[in-house]
């Protein structure tokens, strides 16, 4: 492929003409994709990457798109058959009350749209949301952010209410307390009771159905069940937020919040990122109900290019592809390996404190210690780049940054699987191995003091967007010290 300027050229005028905040993968050494196929990326030099966080384009998809887009593109105010059949289709997908769609263009639209139709439902206005939750760039998402906001100058808002993460691996309440799933909803239980003794009322509570830069979390069974109950109780809805782990990202379901039951129907879902597969587009689902509150403000609902025909034929081409090549089933095949790969390298490595996942969506959870389970911050940073050295690409996550996400396109195979998990097995024997090197060097020397990462790794955390140390309390928890032997440097070097 053509290029328009070289690697330093392109990095020299993205600095001059992007924004500083827009950070890229892997900082220190940002990789330029020109091309990508499949579960492949594909750099200048033509260097291969195996994708393991990322969406890309269907040829299929680029067919559908060029087809209506020599028809017409225009705005959804003209009636059109696409729009329609669209709504219809992804309808059908839903629990059966889940049948009113707003399209937009991106996650975030849709999750401010969806707490819009919060707000009019009842006309309360307060927000439960989760810590380190992340819904969207825009000022009213960054408020109901704790993963943006507490990271940033801004203070929590008085009509903002964050609950503890379901986590139960580091959690408040963990994997071996009688009913965590009832101990974290008491917790919203609590948060409404407190709201409302100060005179506040619940408009909303906003979940990802699994918890992607919170950590790759999975909420234990039964806790949306209750917080819904808690929630609708106090005259709010719940908000299932699928914008990144929808479309059968977890297998055996077309949407994550089903995994919790049929018991539970959240009264609105958003989503989006899956939905064009690298196409901008969105949507709001909810009932009847709430869209006719919605639609008595009297204020009329306009998206520009939100539903136009060129998107909803791409939205009709990702389900078409979704059904034809099974990735949902493909997802909980390669998922189901890849999870039992994962399990056995955690028998074998002590920097594995946990895995956790469904389907294509996978965390792996690294620590220092494994009874303590001390977030391993500047190993999972290091491990990122080694796996890029291999042609892998990862991402760390989490409110300590140590948890190793795996979200890779849905046509990822066992190959795939295998090759990632055997590059990941390399990389922890090396860091492992000197890691053990450099703890009985410190011993011997009678120094009281943990290991610490070489200072490139250190670089490279920095460099990836990690807070600095002031902002980032795990750091101090770590212990970290200023030892600065040569021997894990040069043995960390894979």
Request: glycine fraction near 8%; aromatic fraction near 8%.
């Amino acid at each position: 492929m053509c290029e328009l300027y070289s690697k330093q050229d392109t990095l020299a005028l993205r600095r001059k003409h992007i924004g500083p905040s827009c950070k890229l993968f892997f900082a220190a050494d940002p990789i330029k994709i020109v091309r990508a196929q499949g579960q492949y990326m594909f750099d200048e030099r033509g260097e291969q990457y195996l994708d393991c966080i990322n969406n890309v384009a269907h040829g299929t998809l680029v067919t559908a798109a060029l087809k209506q887009m020599e028809l017409l593109n225009t705005n959804s105010r003209f009636l059109h058959d696409n729009i329609v059949e669209y709504a219809r289709r992804l309808s059908a997908t839903l629990p059966e009350t889940l049948s009113v769609c707003y399209f937009t263009n991106s996650g975030s639209e849709a999750n401010d749209l969806a707490l819009r139709l919060a707000r009019q439902f009842r006309g309360h206005q307060d927000v439960i949301t989760l810590d380190h939750a992340y819904h969207g760039h825009l000022s009213s998402l960054i408020e109901i952010s704790p993963y943006k906001f507490r990271k940033g100058k801004d203070v929590k808002k008085e009509f903002v209410h964050v609950a503890p993460t379901p986590d139960t691996y580091r959690g408040k309440y963990r994997e071996d307390h009688a009913d965590p799933a009832g101990a974290y909803a008491d917790e919203v239980k609590k948060i409404i009771e407190e709201a409302h003794n100060s005179g506040r009322k619940i408009a909303a509570f906003i979940a990802e159905s699994m918890q992607s830069c919170g950590g790759q979390i999975i909420p234990p069974a039964g806790y949306f069940q209750k917080v819904a109950e808690y929630v609708h109780r106090a005259g709010g809805v719940f908000i299932a937020d699928e914008v990144q782990v929808g479309f059968g990202r977890v297998g055996k379901h077309f949407w994550s919040f089903q995994m919790h039951g049929e018991d539970f129907v959240p009264d609105i879902v958003t989503m989006g990122k899956p939905m064009g597969n690298g196409h901008p587009m969105a949507c709001v689902v909810t009932t009847k109900e709430i869209a006719e509150a919605f639609s008595s403000s009297g204020m009329e609902y306009f998206n520009t290019y939100g539903g136009n025909p060129v998107s909803s034929a791409i939205g009709l081409a990702v389900l078409n592809v979704i059904e034809s090549e099974d990735l949902q089933g493909n997802a909980t095949r390669v998922g189901d390996y890849l999870t039992e790969l994962l399990n056995k390298q955690k028998a074998k490595h002590t920097l594995i404190g946990d895995i956790r996942g469904i389907g294509l969506f996978i965390g792996i959870d690294l620590v220092k210690d494994q009874q303590k389970r001390t977030p391993a911050t500047d190993e999972a940073q290091h491990v990122i780049y080694k796996m890029k050295e291999k042609q892998v690409l990862l991402s760390a996550d989490g409110p300590h940054r140590n948890v190793l996400k795996i979200k890779p396109p849905m046509c990822f195979t066992e190959e795939d699987a295998k090759f990632m998990v055997d590059q990941l097995d390399e990389i922890l024997t090396v860091v492992e191995e000197a890691i053990g090197a450099k703890s009985e060097s410190v011993t011997s020397e009678n120094t009281p003091c943990r290991t610490k990462m070489p200072n490139e790794a250190q670089s490279e955390l920095l460099s990836e967007g990690t807070s600095d140390p002031r902002e980032n309390p795990s750091r101090k928890r770590n212990g970290l010290c200023t030892d600065k032997h040569s021997l894990l440097s040069k043995r960390l070097k894979t």
